[in-house]
Structure formats: structure tokens, C-alpha cells
């Protein structure tokens, strides 16, 4: 195992059930390292165009990145990739806890499945032996129960498993990929693949140490946050996500009702800080983590929810909570669980249920479709029964269990009004009414709606984090600001953040830029810089890109949904909303800045600028 | 003064005698820094399109750089910008010495000289204490007894002196400004703006340490260095510039008989190696510098040579030597003396002179026209005697002091076939013919024909130096190469080295990728990243493009002399020329990959990107 990687791949085809272990270059990794590095050239080089996501022809691949698994906050991550069955585009998910470094310790980058397995089976990798083992009693099973059993079989409760529940069997389009029960690597629908190809989970058990290039100086970086993380931190630590939803609805943020209203009194009931009061029992964190921002949470009635299951964060709170109108915290706890127990999207999923709320209202859907259940916003009771109805494709939930865009297709009738989606994604938690960089970001990301790649004006505005200035002098711009500054922004704070799913690190640990760029030094010994690294976030983009391009995909996919282009029905978005031709202008200044014709493709120079010259043919002409 | 820069700017207005100081901000001097930086910005800011660059609406620009004054090795220079009389385009130079220092010790950032004295003056600057003196006794004086006669007005025999020769006084077109009597802003023409101001010379004592964020960073890197260096730059170290000609002769990148010819078997006698033996009376250094490549040479006959000159650089023992065919060593030495005493570049004037020189051996130049001198290439006597003439504009020295562009021109007869300049700046000593990189760095920099912004393929290939792998996997490309990874390497090595002109740095201490940005935090406290300073090299890059643009240089220009379009007549080169549909695929890739149009004007989302939208109005439609 060198620095910074292992330098091996491991093959999994499942129709075969040929294991295989194939080399990774060093010059190669460190152009295409980690997360979307790694995901975006594989599935652009293997995959054929257009094949189905849910067939034997997509691959699923597993990925730690470049400093998974050394001994420092925001390094226990790993990602998850696939054609996406949500949005039939490139699809890529990461996740905390613990199974990225055990895979590192295990000796390997990465993970390629490959075809469909004839029944069930689950991967069992010890170090360098690794086996495809039978699955078939744990099919059907949820999460708990078949960790249990793997652990058991296996004989060893230390077993990181990552896995799926029965939404992943059964193909829910927005189905997660779960480790150890409550990390969750959730959009994109990557469960879904992963339950197409008959693989029920992926148990890992390492022995070795990540070797480090300067041990010393990352143990002194990783002391640093440990002793500062309740100052740079503090929320996060103290809280987990979603403390102050009170500010949210103040400054209009907070989805509520399907995205369409402003106003929740109700919001102190839901917000982390209730929580910790109400139902807390304690905090988890992740690999070497010490910012520790996950909540376990317990109830026991009307519900039991597991503290196992971990406990909601700010994007479940919101949308299971206000945006449903739902306020009862327990309910959305269990929600929470739910999804967990069967792997759905917490994020896909509440919206889902909240485009059907809206639907029940404006009588598109009736209580013969919801076998006599009353949907209608704020009934907690049925907004939890829709959960488990998704998870198990039951009824409505079979509907809704392929997402806004395919179930508002699906009813007619206008519904699509009410389908909250970009590519088909689920929009998460932000409102991009409020926060114009939000907006580009949902339109012209590859994964579709996806908050992480996204820079959230409200943490630029109205001061700038001083660690950005690293990146050159940055001015905040304010949130409704659609001009080139805040394009200009996007483009440098958006890349910067999207270089997370590239290394396989954190949004959460509050690196600055000088010190996560010496993180990747201290663990790789790559003498790289800022620029070096922006550049891999530029190509991996492009090749996502590309990717997308040649499944036929548009600058007109790269668009909101029409309920942003509408103000909100209360509250302080009542009279603002997105201008579409600033929309269209700002998209279209993006793609210069990143090399793209005006119709959104990458362009020869810019493939001979990123090395990337390979990637020529499989843009398809438009 | 703050740390990295003084915060005052210099104006000083020769025609009213006005001399005020101006406040730089720090957010500002982070984007537009040091040399390029700060010149492309008030050279574009501030001068009216198409003026007369001899002319008192032209401004003429000294400026230091964030680094500049810091104990640290390549921190002692100084850059001199002005519309360029040469050129016509954006004009820009850099010296060593330690005039630099001394100006940022006086506590200012820059200077920008405006109008026109009415009759000869100097600038004596003692810290803030600024004011003009009259230099009438001054002016027809060369450099040495100007600089005596300055410090004995003074009484200070340490105030470091920037002048201009009598080379500078009648305006040659590539007169220079020179400190310390052997540092020298060489190109562009920079003297003859000087000479056109009747400014004669800035006088500089400064008291003021420089004050540095980290100074014990600082020195550990400095020590390195100090260490180092005869590892890192032992040929620099040992002989200064020009060593192993004779592999220069071998591989053709030795420009021999006007870049004709390829045959050179004295070329022994002019490298480096028997400056050393022969000429050698000492080295010189520069502020604070560890490498210490300056030589001192001495001659008594036939001709004196005084050491306080210095001695010939590689590019003068090639331009003044093979280029004009000439081997006498002592000869060589001679005209660089000249070329200080006149304050004349020494690359233009050894070029026009072998410009002539083929002219004559066509007949286009005849005895008629020398004074009855023979001009043959060769004779060292008159390529001697050729200097003094063009110092002193006399005879056909006067007609070759427009430089070869206008020479040519008022030649005739197919006289431009023997010119070897880009945009009016003559061709300094490497050859494109080998290095495809070389090419494409003559036609596209905004100066002309320049080495320093320049990438020498040959420093790149077969082994790439494992600093630059801090930018990215960059890999070798072959010197004949000219295809996108070329182009790509050109745009990120040539930026990585042209950050120095920004820097004010020097190109010849081999700092690393890494080592660079380490100074730059050490000395200002800045927490930048390679990522930043990249962006500053693109910035003005991109402003010195805007402004030739407005002069209304086109993409015709970023173009080669015909020479290059041929092989030569014999050695390693007899075979190989520059293929101009390359040159052009090339160039367009480029201005691609800078978001220039396929005319290389500047695009919106560029500007837009780098934040320089208040420049989009100095583009010309054209």
C-alpha cells in the first residue's frame, strides 16, 4: 500500500463471479483520485450509452479517496456511483462512518460490480481474500436484521457493512446504500443498483494501517480540530445539523408544504435543538471524526425508533417535517428510522410524499388511491404509512417509489406543477428563491437537485468565510444576486466544495483550504497544491459531463422546476422568486467559464487542458 | 508598510513637477500584484488608446512585487512597464540588483511617472522624502559617470541608482534602464519611454526593513537555499548563463548567423566556461540571492572592459556572438559594455545587428550605407563598432535603432525576409525550429518575442523537473511536439513561470511549486494557494491582451518571422522548421483555453471569471 492510495482495484462480476484485483497507477490516481475521479472516468470508459440502470450492464462502484481512513476529522467517507435510476444520468453518493476506511485497511480503492448476480449474494472482503458469499435468507430483510446475520456468520461484530434494505431489493428509484445502519450514501438512487444486481451488502474487515507520508504533521492538524472544534465547529458539535430552522423560516430558506408556503410556527418543534432536548440519547460520529455531528435518537411511543438507526438531520427534519407540514418530531424520528430500515433517500423520499400531499389537495390523488389514507399536509400518521408503502412499493408507495418525475408523469393532469425535481432528483432542503447560487447549482449539477456540490449563498453572505479567501480575493455577493460575481463564485466556492466528493472528505469538518490541501499532502506525500486539486475537480466534472451528454442529456435538462419561478405563498419569499432569463444567463456564463459551448459541451480545448483527450469520442454530436 | 507591500503608490508628474502619494488596498493589490499585475492594470486603466508611446501621454511604471525586499533568495528585483516604442503593445521588464529592494525599504510599492520634464531631471527618493532634481550636467553622460556624479551630488555612495545611458536619452526603440550599472530591464523599451520623459534617473535610499508574517519560515527557507544551491543550481551557481553552448550547437538552439545557420565549431570559444577562464574577475549576486549568477569580466585589449558592467549573460554571448557569427570573446565582451554604457538591450541590438548583417551580405546593405565598414558576419570589429553607432543613433545606427521590424521596413527589397522579431521585438536566443512550445510563446506573449515567459521545452524534456508536478501529472512532451499537450503544457508551465514577472521574482532561483507559494505567505501573510497566484498570472495575462487589443494588434500578430518557417541551412536543423498550420492550430487552442475568441479577444465569461468586468470596455469590436 503506497501513500494516499492502495493502488488496488478490486472487479466483482457477479454474473461470472470472477473477482479480480487490477492496478491503479499512481499518475493515474492522482488525475483521477477518490470519489468522482475515480467513478466519473470509469463510468464513462465501461459503461455503454444508454443501457438501463437497473440492468446487468450498469456497474456500481464503491470508492474510498486519497486520505480515507488516516487519522484525521472528515476522512471516513466513501462514495458510491452508478448510472442513476432516478435520473438516468451520472449518479454518485457518499457516506460517513466507518466502512470507507475499513475498505483502505483492507488494501483496496475501490470496488467495480459489475452484471447481475443469479441470486442473492453479499461480498465479504477480508484484507486480501474476498468472497462472494449466498444472500439469499437475508433477501427481504432490513438492515438491522441482516447486519446482525452477516456478523454473525462472519463471526465478527467489528464487520463494516454496507448494504441495503428492502427498498434497494425492490428498486425504489431513490433507494440508498447504507453502513452501519444510520451513514448513508443517499441520492442518486445507488441502493437501487445495488438491489438490481441481486448484491445485498458489502462487509469489510481490514487489518492494516493507512500509511502516512508526514504522520506528524497530520497529527498535529487533526489535534488542531480536535481542540478547536467548538469554536469552528460549535453547531455542528453541539447539535448535529438543523439547529436554528426558527432563522430558516424567518429568512424563507425552511421548505414548507411541498415548497410552496412561508409560513411554520410550528418550526421550533422540529429543529435540532428540540432534538437534543426531546429525544436525543446521545451523538456518533465518524472515523477520527471530532467535529461528531450525528444524532442517535430514541422514542417509544407512539413509536419505537432505534437509536441504532442513528437520528434525523437537518434535510430529514425539513423534509419529513415542514415540508410536509408535518410537526410532530416522533413521526418524523420515525420517518427517519423508516428509511433507514428499508434504504430510501430520506431527502427523495419526504419530497415525494410531499408532491403527493399537494396532489391529494388539488384532488389529483383521492383516498382511492391512497387505499382510504387522508394525505393531506401535516397528517403525520399517514405521512409516516407512506414511508413504509415506498419501502415496500405497496399500494401508492409503488407510485411514488419512482420518484416525482416519473409518478407526476404518471397522474397527468398538471401534477408536474407540483413535481420539485431537477433531472428527476428530489430538490433537498435549500430554497434557491432565497439563494441564487443555489439556483445555478441545482440546474447545472450532473447528479441533478444535490445540495453538497452547491456553495449556499447563506454561508457566504453577508461575510465570506475568511478561509475562502485562499482562492483569491472573494467578495460576497448578496443572496438574490444572479450577476457574474455570483457565477464567479459558484464556480471557484462550488468547486472548492465539490472537491469533497473527490478526496472522499467531509462538508462538515471545517478544513480551511491551506489546510485541507496539507492534509492531502501530510497522508499522500504528493508535493500538490490548490490548483492541482481544483483542476481534478474540473476535470471530473467535465467528464460527468460528458457522461451525462452522451446519455442525451441537454442544457435544457439544466433547469429548475416551475415552482421556483413562482414566489411563495407566504412569508418572507412571498414576492421573490427565480427569473428565468437570469437563470438562462447565469447558466450560460457557466458553461463558458467551464470550457462548454453554449449548449452545454465540453469543448476540445478544454479536454486538451484537463488531459483529457480520451473523452473526445464519447461526446455524442448534437 | 504591511506586510507584502508598502500600501503607497508613487505619482510623479513631470510635466506640473506634482508629486503625490497614492493609497494601494490590500484586496486590491492581492488581485493586480507586483509587476504584471499592477502595470497591465494602470497601463490599461489609465493611458488613451493608440498614443504615441515616445510621447508624454504615455506613463512609465517602476514596481516591485509582494516579495520583493524579503531576505530570501530572487526577491531583489524590479519591473519597469510602459506602452512599449518597440512594440507598439503592452511593454514590460525586469531587472536584478537591488534597486528593487530599495525602493520597497523607502516604503513604496511603485512608481508611475507621467508627462514630460521640461528639461533633463532625476528622482531622489530617501524614504518618503521625494523630490526631482535637475540632471542637464547629466544627460549624454553614459551610465558609470552618471551614477558617480549622482552619488557624489547626494553624498551617498550606497543610493542605488535605475538610469538610462545616452541609448535611452535618443530614444532608441529597445533602450533599456539599468541599476547598478549591470542589472538591466532589458526589453521592450523601456529606456527609450525613460529617454522621451527626459528622465534620466531614480535615485533610491530606503531605511525601512521590510517587515515579514513569518520570519523564522522565512529563514529556514532562505537557509535551504543557501544549502542547496549548489545542488539545485550549480551551473547558475558556477558559471552564471551560457554554459554548455556547445550542446546548444548540437541540438540546433543556438542562433548562429541571424537563426540561418547551424554550424559553429568556435562556440567554445564564447560559452560560459571560458568567460570563466578567460574574462572572469568575479561574480556578482543580487539582493539577498544565493545563486549569484552575475559575472564580472574584465579585458584591457584591444578594448578596456571595466567589471563594474558585468559581463555577458547567455543571451548577449549568443546574440552578439554566434548570432552574429562572431567568436571573439573579448569582442562579445565589449559590446555588453557598450550595450550598459548606451543603456541598450542587449538581445535587440545584437539581432538588429545580425539583421544588418545578412542585409549587407545581400546587398541590401552596401559600404555606401555602413561608412565604407564591412558588415560581413563575423567581423567582431565592426559588430563593435556596429553597438557604439546604435548608442549613439549615428550613421546606419541611427536606421538600426528603430530595431529590425522598422529597419526592414525602410530597407525594402524583401529586407522583412532577414527580420527576425514578433510584434517589433527582436527574437531572443532560443529556437522554435526545436522547441514547439519556444513557438508558440514568441507569437502569443503580449511583449513579443520573449524567453521569460516562455516554457523551453528543453528544461521540460525527456525529464520533466518534479516541481512542476505540484500543478498537476504534466508529462514530457517531445521538443518537436505541437499538438494539445503541448499547448496544454505551455498554458500551465508558462503561467507557473511567468507568475514571476507578478512576483517580481526571479526566474533563476529554483524555489519549487511549493517552495514559491511558501515564501509568498511567509513574507505577507496571505493565505494563498498556487490555485490564487495562477489566477493573479491570468488576470494580467488577460489585461495585457486586452490592452494590445485596443492598440489593435489582431491574431494575425500572434504570428512568427518567416526564418522560423524554414529549416536552417545546416546542422541538427537543416530538416525541421515550424509548421505554420501547427502555429495556427495551436494558437487557436490556446486563446480556447484562455476563454479568448478565435480572434484572441478576451470573452465576457473570462473576464467575468477573473473579476475584471470594468475592463470589458477597452475592448475594441473589431
Redesign the interface.
Known sequence: MENGFTGKLLRVNLNTEKISVETLEK?FY??YFGGRGLISYYLLKELEPKINPLGPENKLIFACGPVTGAPVSGSGRNSVGAKSPLTGAYGEAEAGGYWGAELKRAGFDAIIFEGKASSPVYLWIKDQKVELRDASRLWGHEIRKSQETIRNELGDKRVKVAQIGPGGEKQVRYACVINDMHHVAGRCGMGAVMGSKNLKAVAVKGSKSVPLRKPKRLAKLARWMAQNVDNVAHALHTYGTGDEMDVMVETGNLPIRNFRDGDFPEVDQISAETVKEQVRVGMGTCFACAVACKKKVKVTEPWNVYPEYGGPEYETLASMGSNCGVSDLKAICKANELCQRYSIDTISTGVTISFAMECYEHGLLTKEDTDGMDLSFGNAESMVKMVEMIGEKRGLGALLAEGTKRAAEQIGNGAEEFAVHVKGQEVPMHDPRLKRGEALGYAVSPTGADHVHNIHDTFLYPALP??Y?????LEPVPLEDFG??K??LY?IVGEWRTLNNFLVMCLFTPW???QK?EIVRSVTG???????????VERGNTLARIFNNREGFTEKDDWLPPRFFQPKTSGALDKTSVNPHELQKAKL?YY??M?WTEKGIP???????L?I?WAADKISVQ
Open positions: 499518475t492522482r488525475r475568511k478561509k479567501n485562499s482562492l483569491g480575493v457574474p460575481k457565477v464567479r464556480k480551511s483550504v491551506v490541501v504528493w508535493n500538490t497544491t490548490a490548483f492541482e486539486l481544483m483542476k481534478v456564463l463558458d467559464m470550457g469543448k476540445q480545448s478544454t479536454l486538451a487542458e488531459d483527450g
